[in-house]
Every structure is written in C-alpha cells, then in structure tokens.
C-alpha cells in the first residue's frame, strides 16, 4: 500500500512569510508525528497526534507553529513568520499506535526560509 | 529523561568487511523500545528493527544483527559483508512505553567503499 506522503517535497519562502506543509499517512494509522531534522542531526519531535486532536505538542519550539488534523488522516503544520532559524526538513510519520509500534516515516519537505 | 548517543558521527568501511554501529541509551523507565533506522541519500528513514526491553535475546536478519544489552545499556548494530547499498546514515531511537515521541540519536553515516 501507498506510505506517508507529505508535500511539497521542498519549499522557499521569505522570512517573514507563512508556510504550510501537508502530510497524508498510511491509511488506517492513527498516530501521526511531526518532527523537524537539521543538517547532520536526528529527528526532533515536534507534534503527536492520535485521531484528530493533538495529544503532545510539547516539541513546538513557540507559538508561530502549529498543526491541525481536523479528520483524523491528513495533517498540516502551519508556520507563521517564518525565520531562517526555520529552515530544515519537516518529516512526518504515522504508526498504529503510540509507544512500542515503529514509526513509518515520509519523504520529508525541505524547507528553506530566505 | 530519555536520551540516545551515537558516539560514532562517520564511519568509513571497504566492501565486504564487517562494521558495528554503536548506540548508547538513558533512560528511567523499565519498559521501553528501541529502534534502528536508515536513511539512505534519498532521505526517506527506513524501519530496521524494534527490540522491548523485556528482550534481550540477539537477532539476525540476513547480514543484520542487533546485540541488546540491557547491562550496558547498549543496542549496537552490526553490518556483515557489508555492501555500497549499505551506504547511509543510521539513526537509533527509543521509545517509552504509551509514549509520544521517538527520541532519535545523532545518527552514523556509513560510507561503503566499493
């Protein structure tokens, strides 16, 4: 079956712009995570979700992200005011559940704040 | 807290030869999962294995192996024979039990030379 699909696959943008990115899991996973991978780093957690509401947001570095999944499937992670700071890969994942099930991760969209 | 140490940033092997993947974790919780990830130049991370902390016992798939040990908090990987496809970056993770997120280490970028 088709993986997670997120787009763009990569993104330019102003400083000062607003950005969204797009994630469409796996049918079927309820769980859904953004994390956001710098050059040369892992993975940092960013948002959970499990259906429609967001049951961690802790990794959000302040308050100009966010992200929804009004329907439990697709999610978008909104980005205000970007800053150069933003720049890096937006990765998303979905699993069956939280915990102990693997994470199947997308393509990623690379965004680059100018 | 929960934190995942890849002490090796590059590694660099001929064709052929055998390579181990060093992962270090810390955690506090008694149940928890580990995982191995790759990430080939194309970016997509790739599901490896999962491993619950109840089980020690050592797996092998194909030319794949994993040695848990829970006494040196430790969950390396080992490559044997490895070959060019092998060449990518390769990220260990953990996860708590009912846990949100995915703590990913810094990853090991594998280069194999033909």
């Known amino acids: 079956g088709a993986g997670v699909s997120q787009t763009p696959s990569n993104k330019v943008t102003e400083k000062g712009k607003y950005v969204e990115l797009r994630c469409d899991p796996i049918?079927?996973?309820?769980?859904l995570y953004w994390y956001r991978q710098s050059l040369g780093q892992g993975p940092e957690f960013l948002i959970y979700?499990?259906?429609?509401?967001?049951?961690?947001d802790s990794g959000l570095p302040n308050d100009r992200f966010f992200a929804v999944r009004p329907e439990g499937s697709v999610s978008t992670l909104k980005i205000q005011r970007t800053e150069r700071g933003d720049s890096a890969v937006y990765l998303c994942?979905?699993?069956?559940?939280?915990?102990?099930?693997?994470?199947?991760f997308g393509p990623g969209t690379r965004l680059t704040v100018t | 807290a929960q934190k995942v140490t890849q002490a090796q940033t590059e590694i660099s092997v001929v064709e052929k030869e055998d390579v181990t993947l060093d992962c270090v974790y810390e955690?506090?919780?008694?149940?928890?999962?580990l995982f191995w990830y790759k990430q080939p130049p194309s970016g997509e991370l790739v599901f490896l294995i999962r491993?619950?902390?109840?089980?020690?016992q050592n797996e092998i798939s194909g030319r794949y192996s994993w040695n848990f040990q829970k006494s040196t908090s430790s969950f390396n990987f080992t490559i044997t024979a490895s070959q060019v496809v092998d060449s990518a970056v390769y990220f260990c993770?953990?996860?708590?039990?009912?846990?949100?997120?995915?703590?990913f280490g810094t990853g090991t970028s594998l280069t194999v030379i033909p």
């Open positions: 491993r619950n902390s109840f089980d020690e």
């Open positions: 993770a953990l996860s708590k039990r009912n846990g949100n997120q995915f703590y």
């Open positions: 994942a979905s699993s069956l559940g939280a915990g102990s099930y693997e994470q199947y």
């Open positions: 955690t506090r919780d008694t149940t928890y999962y």
């Open positions: 049918s079927g996973h309820t769980a």
């Open positions: 979700f499990q259906g429609t509401g967001a049951a961690d």
